[in-house]
């Protein structure tokens, strides 16, 4: 009952994705590996779903690709915690919802993306954001930033990630030179077959940004959608908490190339990826969580007793997103 009161280290999420399992065997399970990172620790990946429906569709969550964003750490894990509690207590106000949901939904999670930069925000240095790995020799500099080293526009706008190893935004020597981002990628791909909807949790600024990420193109018919859902986002945020979520593409707020947010809404088009959607295309989002962007005091060092109100507002927002995707895939 304590948890959402702190953060909390990498080992510590992991067992607490493993109580969550002990706890709802039926419907939650963790697969302790899906690959390592630079430094040996294993990415784990929890699935949330009830195996009774064949043509089920999947959703994928990930969260702490950046070191220092804790609270998406801490949000990805109220989202799976309310998934499973309020599906499993029919008295729990959510619990129709859940049902309904996961009677057609599958929900795929990568609590944490880059646990060696986490670990080393929680020992060494709190605004740590990148990965540890030190990727040419021809520097000493140590990171890449994994939200510039996807392939989808890798390095493609010169303002949409750095050349030099020490910056924050470095997009590494090549696309996917990152064990993390290879094992994020082949994940993606061989266990998202018929994948809606895809959101990666970041802080802070409190957007919820849709692709494109940098200047590509986008069929107008899938523009409008993946607004309309993701304004719906940011209106049931408001309704709950009264905070304001602006809803906008990625590249109006600044180039970015190699992200998670263009790599899946471009991957779910490509062969590996069963084209079981009207759009052909995943929505796909990056949620910037609290707190707000003027409040650069605060910035990634979000206190802990603001963990639950940022867990309850984006429950609200994700459900909202996800119904939104569900009627209109
Ligand atoms: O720069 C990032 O990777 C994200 N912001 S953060 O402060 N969490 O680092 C935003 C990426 C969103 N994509 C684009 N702006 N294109
Ligand atoms: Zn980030």
Do not use: C, M
Not at 67 to 93: C, M
């Amino acid at each position: 009952a304590t948890w959402f009161t702190a953060y909390h280290r990498f080992t510590d999420i992991l067992g607490f994705f493993n109580s969550l399992a002990s706890s709802y065997p039926s419907l939650v399970s963790v697969n302790a590996s899906i690959g390592k990172s630079f430094q040996g620790r294993d990415l784990f990946q929890v699935r949330i779903g009830t195996r009774t429906n064949p043509s089920v569709k999947q959703v994928y969550i990930q969260g702490l690709i950046h070191a220092r964003e804790w609270v998406a750490g801490s949000t990805v894990q109220y989202i799976a915690y309310k998934l499973a509690s309020a599906y499993s207590n029919p008295a729990d106000p959510d619990n129709a919802w859940a049902v309904r949901t996961l009677n057609a939904t599958e929900f795929y999670i990568v609590p944490v993306v880059n646990p060696d930069g986490y670990e080393y925000s929680w020992t060494t240095d709190r605004l740590w954001r990148k990965n540890r790995r030190r990727a040419v020799t021809t520097s000493s500099a140590v990171g890449v930033d994994l939200n510039r080293n996807y392939p989808k526009g890798w390095g493609a706008d010169p303002n949409g990630a750095s050349t030099t190893p020490s910056a924050q935004d470095y997009k590494g020597p090549s696309p996917l030179s990152e064990p993390e981002s290879r094992v994020i990628t082949s994940n993606f791909v061989n266990t998202l077959r018929s994948a809606i909807l895809s959101i990666d949790y970041h802080s802070y600024s409190q957007l919820i940004l849709r692709p494109p990420g940098y200047n590509y193109a986008i069929p107008a018919a899938q523009v409008t959608k993946l607004k309309a859902a993701g304004d719906a986002g940011a209106a049931a945020i408001a309704a709950r908490s009264g905070r304001t979520y602006t809803s906008q593409t990625a590249l109006q707020l600044y180039p970015a190339t190699g992200t998670a947010v263009d790599y899946a809404w471009d991957e779910s088009v490509n062969a590996q990826v069963t084209k079981d959607r009207t759009n052909g295309r995943v929505y796909s989002y990056t949620i910037e969580l609290r707190p707000s962007s003027s409040d650069t005091a605060t910035g990634f060092v979000l206190p802990p007793s603001q963990i639950v109100a940022t867990g309850e507002e984006n429950w609200a927002g994700f459900k909202a997103i996800l119904d939104y995707v569900r009627s209109n895939i």
